[in-house]
């Protein structure tokens, strides 16, 4: 029988959310290949053009529990930082990511990241994606710090 899981991340950045929503959202397929090959191999879209409805294809590193994914927008707003997509891939029979970056006072931002996924191998594969997405936001904010002129 197929288990319902849930996690939620938060992680304080000093980049701001604009910039760190354009770089870890809007553009990952493109960032993630060259920051984190080890999560990220390669990625294409697959239809539409990055707004709601657009799939993108994932080949996947070996940080990441599965080989290829599918991820497909169902909600963005850009202007509030916020985007709802749903994954597919192996093990899994759903998995919803709801993020939202909000600013703080000091211009950093708190991004919030909620996964609620289901499937036979849902839960070891999704704790394992959980440290990934933990890692990519970091990665992004050191990228993000070392080039501030990117995404600006």
């Not at 060259?34 to 709601?52: F, Q, W």
């Not at 927008?73 to 709802?84: N, P, R, T």
């Not at 999704?126 to 080039?147: C, G, P, R, W």
């Amino acid at each position: 029988m197929a288990s319902t899981n849930r996690w939620t991340l938060k992680l304080e950045s000093q980049v701001s959310a604009p910039r760190k929503f354009r770089a870890t959202v809007m553009d990952w397929h493109n960032l993630a290949p060259k920051l984190a090959p080890h999560i990220v191999d390669s990625a294409h879209h697959v239809e539409g053009d990055g707004g709601v409805g657009s799939v993108r294809h994932y080949n996947c590193g070996s940080a990441v529990p599965f080989n290829s994914m599918k991820k497909k927008v169902e909600f963005l707003d850009v202007e509030k930082c916020e985007c709802k997509y749903t994954i597919e891939c192996d093990g899994i029979e759903t998995s919803t990511w709801n993020i939202k970056m909000k600013p703080t006072a000091n211009g950093g931002s708190v991004a919030t990241v909620e996964c609620t996924s289901k499937g036979v191998e849902a839960k070891d594969m999704m704790l394992k994606a959980k440290d990934s997405a933990a890692e990519m936001f970091k990665t992004v904010e050191a990228y993000l710090i070392a080039n501030p002129s990117a995404y600006n």
